[in-house]
């Protein structure tokens, strides 16, 4: 058995075929460079009788794409395929893929008419010469003819059989046998595929295809099956975009077989590394968001939050990863700081940023980072600078914030309540009105302080972004000759504003 499995990419024809999405040529041909890129063996341009716009995007590819064959559809039809002949002219390796409903489904619905035969045995013998008609016809303008046995998972075995043999003998040189519906599952597909490479004679003069579809989200385990059982050419999308739930994703049956080689002894000529960027631009292009939890390509297919799993990637990366990131094209893995990120990954990434605590340090740090991971989805870096930077160069309090409260409103006066505990223990709360709800708490901090100080500046920015950021104040007052810079963060603004007024205070007091 040849070790190679080739690439069929069908996201320019089966995947612009997912509801909502529509691309030009240009956009097409943008995609088919990175598909060279990427270098896959099979770039199917589009299905050209379908409209002029996609006729003149496979002739464009077929142009200026070199490298890879391209491939344009046609349904077993005279017409169609003159259509690719003609789309095709300029390839320098052309492909055209012709095919036909063989299951007894699509024969009842797609055939009903009695020109086809009065009989559902006529027709599969009417269905047989069309196949052959059409195999010999495309044979006219290229010597590369692939034909699709379409919804081969539901079909007779016995009569698929038969038409798989009848169009080798006519001159396909690769039998496609999709899945159209999503309805197998890799046992009984895996079978099917063996059941070909033994029983239909000639198959040796041909490459055996999958097409897989997504419906039951068997996919990519259906075309692996079929590869493990005598299939050497797989075909399916960028992010397994495509009709209903899509087609098998390409990114994840290439890197089964690459990080499972021990397992299928296989390989492809696919350069891995150009998988992310391929996946970005697609998403972009068509506007199909790629989900985060998306295998191999989603942005948190190299990311680890929970403390265990961070603990383990930490000390030995294959711990929790069975794929390098950069083989993909992800620069690095990614420790995401959640709630559920331990001091081991929170001491690591404080490390990576260059601050160096102590033991009592870290735990303050620790349990500021949890009140704000609580808060927010993700903890940043610039959260994390704050953090630091809030809790361990802190002065000493004369006067700690034990309770705020502020309203607002276009129609409301703004009001605060401030509740603040001294030095010594004894607890003052204070209520102010003033312009706005920060200036109403610095007038009940300020009663509450007895210390007369004149606001200069005030600065807000977001730390980080995002609706839950952390919001830094800072906060410069004088008193008498004297001026204070204060320092506040929090995600709560009025919060941030009170911390650094009582920052500024507490430094003038010292």
Do not use: W
Not at 163 to 171: D, K, L, N, T, Y
């Amino acid at each position: 058995m040849p070790s190679k499995i080739f690439i069929f990419d069908t996201t320019l024809r089966d995947g612009e075929q997912s509801a909502g999405t529509r691309l030009g040529a240009r956009k097409k041909l943008e995609i088919a460079r990175q598909l060279c890129r990427l270098k896959v063996d099979v770039i199917e341009a589009g299905f050209p009788i379908s409209s002029p716009e996609d006729f003149e995007a496979v002739k464009l590819i077929s142009k200026e794409i070199k490298g890879p064959v391209i491939c344009g559809l046609s349904r077993a039809i005279a017409a169609d395929i003159d259509e690719c002949g003609k789309a095709l002219a300029k390839a320098k390796r052309a492909r055209i893929h012709t095919g036909i409903g063989v299951s007894d489904v699509h024969i009842a619905g797609k055939f009903s008419s009695d020109k086809y035969g009065k009989s559902m045995a006529k027709k599969k013998v009417k269905l047989i010469k069309m196949s052959r008609d059409a195999v010999k016809r495309a044979r006219t303008y290229t010597d590369d003819v692939e034909f699709y046995a379409e919804d081969s998972g539901r079909a007779d075995r016995d009569y698929l059989f038969e038409i798989i043999q009848a169009v080798i003998e006519a001159g396909a040189t690769v039998v496609n046998i999709p899945d159209t519906t999503g309805y197998t599952v890799p046992e009984k597909f895996g079978t099917l595929i063996k059941d070909i490479c033994t029983k239909v004679p000639n198959v040796d003069k041909a490459i055996i295809s999958v097409h897989c579809h997504n419906d039951l989200g068997l996919a990519a385990a259906n075309t692996l099956a079929g590869i493990k059982n005598g299939a050497r050419q797989i075909e399916g999308t960028i992010n397994g975009i495509g009709e209903r739930a899509g087609n098998a994703a390409i990114e994840e049956v290439v890197m089964a077989v690459k990080t499972r080689r021990d397992y299928f002894g296989l390989k492809t000529d696919i350069v891995t590394r150009e998988f992310y960027r391929t996946s970005r631009m697609v998403s972009d292009l068509l506007g199909m968001v790629v989900p985060p939890n998306k295998a191999v390509v989603g942005k948190n297919a190299f990311a680890h939050s929970s403390g265990i799993h961070v603990d383990g990637v930490l000390k030995k990366r294959e711990t929790y990863e069975i794929m390098r990131p950069e083989d993909v094209g992800v620069p690095k893995s990614r420790v995401v700081l959640t709630a559920r990120t331990g001091r081991h990954g929170l001491r690591h990434r404080l490390e990576k940023l260059g601050h160096t605590l102590s033991a009592g340090e870290l735990e303050k740090v620790y349990k500021r980072f949890l009140v704000v991971a609580d808060k927010k989805q993700e903890v940043f870096d610039e959260d994390l600078a704050a953090i630091v930077e809030d809790e361990t160069m802190k002065v000493p309090e004369t006067f700690s914030m034990e309770y705020i409260h502020a309203i607002t409103g276009n129609r409301t006066v703004p009001t605060a309540t401030v509740r603040l505990k001294k030095k010594d223990g004894e607890l003052s709360q204070e209520a102010a009105c003033g312009d706005g709800p920060v200036d109403a708490v610095y007038k009940a901090i300020g009663k509450i302080t007895k210390i007369p100080v004149k606001v200069v500046s005030y600065e807000l920015r977001a730390v980080t972004g995002g609706r839950k950021a952390l919001g830094e104040v800072v906060v410069q007052v004088k008193y008498k000759t004297k001026q204070i810079v204060g320092r506040g963060v929090s995600t709560d603004v009025i919060e941030a504003s009170a911390k650094a007024y009582l920052n500024a205070i507490n430094k003038l007091v010292i």
